[in-house]
């Protein structure tokens, strides 16, 4: 297994490490499950600077790499939501939207059609696991709710850009 795989192991790894440490919730729990945070949206850029510097682009990390991502995400999501930070309807139109491109995607792959990542949707990524990073340092409901209207925000947007510019991929569905 190369290295860039590795890595977005890693990260998966690390998501129950993570809801582990916030749920046990001893002295400085949130400060420790930050790190692991942070550590595991690191090894996102990484695991694809890896691969794509070191020629290590393979079928399991091209699958692998953005479920590991949802997966992060929506853990910190789940907890946040059930702690009462972040509404739950919040949640539910992050997890349309994944379900939605992820869909999309698959319709395009069945008719011979790779979409690739969009600038918008990296951004949408930076933008959350920062917001994130913010709400696990600090507890304040103004934060909470200025990061949930910017992970909405740039949720939406990437969304909508990916079925504008790829509507051509539903033709004659």
Not at 128 to 135: A, E, G, I, K
Request: charged fraction near 15%; aromatic fraction near 14%.
């Amino acid at each position: 297994m190369n290295t860039a795989n590795k890595l977005t192991i890693l990260r998966v790894v690390l998501i129950p490490v993570f809801l582990v440490i916030l749920y046990w919730g001893f002295p400085y729990s949130n400060w420790v499950a930050l790190l692991v945070f942070i550590i595991a949206s690191v090894t996102d850029t990484l695991d694809g600077w890896v691969a794509r510097h070191y020629n290590q682009v393979t079928t399991f990390g091209k699958f692998m790499d953005p479920l590991a991502d949802k997966m992060l995400v929506m853990a910190a999501m789940c907890w946040f939501v059930q702690s009462g930070r972040m509404a739950g309807w919040a949640l539910a139109l992050v997890l349309l939207r994944e379900f939605a491109v992820s869909g999309m995607r698959l319709v395009a792959v069945e008719r011979g059609v790779v979409i690739a990542a969009a600038w918008s949707g990296k951004v949408k990524t930076a933008a959350t696991m920062v917001c994130l990073c913010l709400m696990l340092a600090f507890s304040f409901p103004w934060l909470d709710w200025l990061c949930v209207i910017v992970v909405l925000a740039t949720t939406l947007y990437s969304g909508a850009e990916y079925f504008i510019k790829n509507k051509d991929a539903f033709k004659g569905a």
